[in-house]
């Protein structure tokens, strides 16, 4: 098996053109299936990441439009003013982002779920964009870039293209990625600073656990302490993460009360529909994700 490390995105573009080519991120989760695999699985060529420096960014610019007056992402703005949003390079690792200052300033949700993800040997190897692109439900980053609204960047030798992160994971190991195409971006809007935002999982030992359970919050309280909205994503409870617009629906125009939790955690358990495996029982993964939701009654 060939390693090759291009040193741009042109030279990425090509690599992957060549017959058997497959990316190589951080190599956690990759390097592990590989060796379970028999030879003949395994792709001809890995093309590395590790060196093309635009992969490696972190960096806040300016968003696409607001074509609304209220939004989760902050206070309300005028129609038509640009947003703030965080581009984060796929080949970042979960520890660089985990120190970056942007990250734990303007998405907590995100580095709150950084700082369990794995062990530290993990969180120094793997990457954002592998993360991803393994399409586990239970990958830690999934539920609080999904509860931001985030996008991803995917390019090619053709182009470049944005997809919300809900169209780009399809189901456990499968995402929208064409042949001959890479996730180099990931796009997060910037919460504004009246959004509480909060991640928590739950799995069989304290550490290096998957998660049996996970849940990010993002709460916005508006005048009064009202929630003015509300975005809870799931993990480990479907093929993908999920979110609930019924329980996100009940909770505005409530206070942030153990009584509005609770109402909310009755219409999660009704409509989730988790499975049964080694890690949990689908009874129990329903009953701890509504009773994940009653923990915002902390914030």
């Known amino acids: ?102 990250v734990r300033a303007r ?3 995100l580095a709150q779920a950084l700082a369990v993800l794995g062990s530290p040997p993990v969180r120094n190897m793997g990457t954002l964009g592998g993360n991803l692109c393994t399409a586990s439900p239970a990958g830690d980053c999934l539920p609080p870039l999904l509860a931001l609204g985030a996008e991803v960047e995917l390019a090619s030798a053709s182009g470049a293209r944005r997809l919300a992160l809900a169209d780009f994971l399809l ?3 499968r995402t929208a990625l064409a042949p001959g195409e890479a996730l180099i971006a990931v796009h997060v809007p910037v919460p504004g600073v009246d959004v509480r935002q909060h991640f928590e999982k739950v799995g069989r030992r304290e550490a290096l656990a998957v998660a049996v359970v996970s849940l990010a919050a993002l709460v916005r309280l508006g005048h009064g302490g009202i929630i003015a909205e509300a975005r809870l994503a799931w993990g480990s409870v479907g093929p993908t993460v999920w979110r609930c617009p019924e329980a996100e629906a009940a909770l505005i125009g409530r206070r942030l009360s153990l009584t509005a939790l609770s109402e909310a955690a ?15 029982s689908a009874d129990y993964r329903r009953e701890v994700a509504g009773n994940l939701l009653l923990r915002l009654a902390e914030l």
Request: neutral net charge; glycine residues 8%.
């Open 107 to 109: 998405l907590p949700v």
């Open 266 to 280: 009755a219409l999660v358990r009704a409509r989730v529909r988790p499975i049964d495996d080694v890690r949990a």
């Open 171 to 173: 189901g456990p190991g």
């Open 1 to 102: 098996m060939n390693v090759v490390f291009p040193r741009s995105l042109p030279e990425l573009f090509a690599a992957l053109a060549e017959p058997g080519a497959r990316i190589l991120a951080g190599g956690t989760d990759l390097l592990v299936r590989l060796r379970a695999q028999p030879e003949a699985a395994a792709p001809a060529t890995l093309v590395s990441l590790e060196r093309i420096a635009a992969l490696h960014n972190v960096a806040e610019e300016a968003g696409g439009q607001s074509h609304s007056l209220d939004g989760v992402f902050g206070p309300a703005r005028l129609p038509g003013t640009l947003h703030r949003v965080v581009r984060l390079g796929a080949a970042c690792t979960h520890a660089e982002l985990l120190a970056h200052p942007l």
